[in-house]
């Protein structure tokens, strides 16, 4: 049975704030708020072929501050929501939204559990209360820290959200933001490299010339070590990188967005994994053993790994071997 989301946007509806790097409207991809009435359509409309497809679906309201649009225009898409998890049970799973931390409260928790919420996820963005304080996000990381808990103890699966190089960033930062987020024991986590849009503050920033992201090398080393400790804490990653969307593309002025940008960051991390390796066994000829499903993340997007292993002096085979994910053996050098 395979899992998929159907994500249902509401863009930037009854949210007060600027972050330096949104615009609801282009992320989302939609102009105006759906109604319940369109929600419900929706589902209903995919239930068919879900079910046709054999899979499963969980209802994510992802675009603005979901529990911050008002609570009858909120209550009116969960009620939609919910019936159609009553109505197809075989096929829709949950639902899920994403939100602010500091619209998280005992009250807003109440109401989601009422309609059969099983996850919340926090755009936290940062553990860095600098980065927080540049980019005009308007809550600290205890906020994040608090709402994580609550959200917790309610016994929702709770997903935590962030992004590289925001205005203000460092690498260092986007480590200790990891190791919070592993701290507070997230179930899920979403990893979004910035992108600078036209018509948001960071794009302004960008165009005076005060502020540059990191580049897209810097990212990927940055996401593949994010990868690494996520993965050692047992937490999925279920998102590296913003969605293709032809309004993003249109407005963007900078930064990482790259439709493969995860098998390129899994890329780096086997690059790594096999230079150390190979430094260990010694030699520059080598046999590497992989699952076939790992064979183009050894040999890297457009053979990138074998580019830079070659340039450090060392050449490999690939050889498939079913549930191995690295094996090296080393040739005799002639
Ligand atoms: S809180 Fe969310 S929706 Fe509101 S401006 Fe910031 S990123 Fe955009």
Redesign the pocket.
Known sequence: MKQTNISVFVP?YG?P???TF?D?RSISGAQAPPSAEDVAALLAGQAPHLRDTETRAEIAFFG??FTGIGEEYMRSLLTAARDAVRRYPDVYTGIRCST?PDFIDDRILGILEEYGMTAVEL?AQSMNAEVLRLNERGHSPEDVERAAAMIRERGFSLGLQMMTGLYGDKPGYCYETAERFIAMKADTVRVYPTVILDGTRLGELYKAGEYRTFTFDETIDICARLLRMFGAAGIPVIRLGLHASAEVEAKMLGGVYHPALREIAESRIFYGDMLAEMKRLGGTRFIVYTDPANISRVSGQRKENRRRLGELGYTFEIKSEKGTRLRIYALQDT
Request: charged share 20%.
């Open positions: 930037h949210c704030h600027r972050c949104c609801q603005g501050s602010r755009g």
